[in-house]
């Protein structure tokens, strides 16, 4: 019996869990010609939101594209991404001539990842002149196909981290112009993508729609589960769904990952015991990479992650309080722990109408750090 909790960002609609206000929005942003600005912790189900919504689009006739730009380090490595992107998304060797045509400049080249199939472009540049017009012919030429088409960028913050200046004003005076060709803008490091879009002093500002993604609802999500696993012949305890949810805080990426284990493990009748003994399993052989984390941080930053474990989440890191509890030091010190540990993606900050609030970002290394 195949898993239904597949570890890929998406598979099908069926086991597609909720986010249907999400995409509703999305979806009707988009068809009305707003570009979208998509914005959720990492490994929350951003990638599958964005792919769930071309399954819908792409029922209309609409062309979708996506590019992770994450590895990016510069315009010439975002040219490329966004090149092979495009390429992927074509249907035919004649519609990839005629977009190589159009970069005929930098002498573009198509091979295929023996493993994976994927095509691979490479592009050679002359000049570094040459790279902001091609990336406006990459542009042009999709706008020249007179369809509608859905451009998705996911990790689009990283072109903060290219050599080049002026990259976002670059890419704002470029998508402006495009009627055809509509943009998700997909980010994982919220302050980032926020300064971006909603800054009055920077490029993007308001020049797209904000979506924010949350946890999903508990009882839609165990009901999602639960029929998942009936679907597959198989009965799991409704404490022990309750448990799941509970102990990878609705997160989406360790929900799906815990599911998929109690699946593989266990038989067709499934008890609050098989769960627990699953998450004892999963902490033990990630122990080591724990372990690894430590190695690169002080001893004053292991001991706030630590605290911050144990509260489960902290609104107050720098109250005299939490810092007298935990022996942490004091709140200067605790600022500077505190931005530190959010930059390098180990706490995450999250954001409502009673301030902020912080928990540990990987949720398996919480529930292990509780227990220090």
């Known amino acids: 019996m195949e898993n239904p909790f597949s570890l890929e960002p998406y598979t099908t609609k069926e086991r597609f869990c909720d986010r249907e206000q999400e995409l509703m929005d999305i979806v009707s942003l988009l068809t009305n010609g ?25 029922e209309n006739n609409y062309t ?9 380090q510069c315009l010439e490595d975002f040219i490329k991404i966004l090149s092979e992107a495009i390429v992927s998304s074509m249907a035919s060797d004649s519609l990839i ?54 451009f998705a960028i996911d990790e689009f913050q990283q072109i903060r981290e290219f050599k080049e200046t002026n990259i976002e004003a670059l890419l704002r005076t470029y998508i402006q112009q495009l009627h055809y060709v509509k943009f998700i803008f997909c980010g994982s490091k919220k302050h980032l993508m926020a300064d971006m879009f909603t800054n009055a002093k920077k490029p993007f500002y308001e020049s797209s729609r904000t979506v924010y993604i949350d946890r999903i609802d508990l009882e839609k999500y165990k009901a999602f589960i639960t029929s ?3 679907k597959a012949g198989k009965n799991i305890d409704d404490d022990a769904v309750d448990f799941i949810l509970d102990w990878t805080k609705r997160h989406t990426y360790y929900t799906q990952f815990v599911c998929n284990q109690v699946f593989a493990e266990s038989s067709n009748k499934i008890s609050l015991e098989n769960v627990k003994n699953v998450a004892s399993s999963i902490i033990r052989l990630e122990i080591t990479n724990f372990i690894e984390r430590r190695n690169l941080l002080t001893e004053k930053q292991w001991q706030f992650l630590i605290a911050v474990a144990k509260e489960g989440s902290v ?37 409502d109408l ?12 919480s529930r292990w750090m509780e227990t220090l």
């Open 34 to 58: 707003s570009n979208v600005t998509l914005i959720s912790p990492r490994r929350y189900g951003k990638t599958g939101l964005i792919f769930r919504t071309f399954d819908t689009l792409q």
């Open 64 to 72: 979708c594209i996506y590019a992770d730009i994450f590895s990016a």
């Open 97 to 150: 001539k005629k977009f190589f045509i159009a970069l005929k400049n930098v002498r573009p080249l198509l091979s295929y990842d023996p493993i994976s199939g994927a095509p691979q472009v490479s592009l050679s540049f002359q000049t570094d002149s040459q790279k902001t017009p091609t990336l406006k012919t990459i542009f042009d030429f999709l706008e020249k196909q007179g369809k509608q088409i859905i």
């Open 228 to 230: 998942l696993f009936k």
């Open 315 to 351: 609104r107050q890191p720098t109250a005299s309080a939490f810092l007298m509890k935990y022996k942490i030091g004091s709140s200067a010190t605790a600022k500077k722990i505190l931005t530190t540990l959010v930059e390098k993606e180990l706490l995450l900050e999250q954001s």
């Open 354 to 365: 009673n301030g902020k609030n912080y928990s540990v970002y990987n949720v398996f290394m």
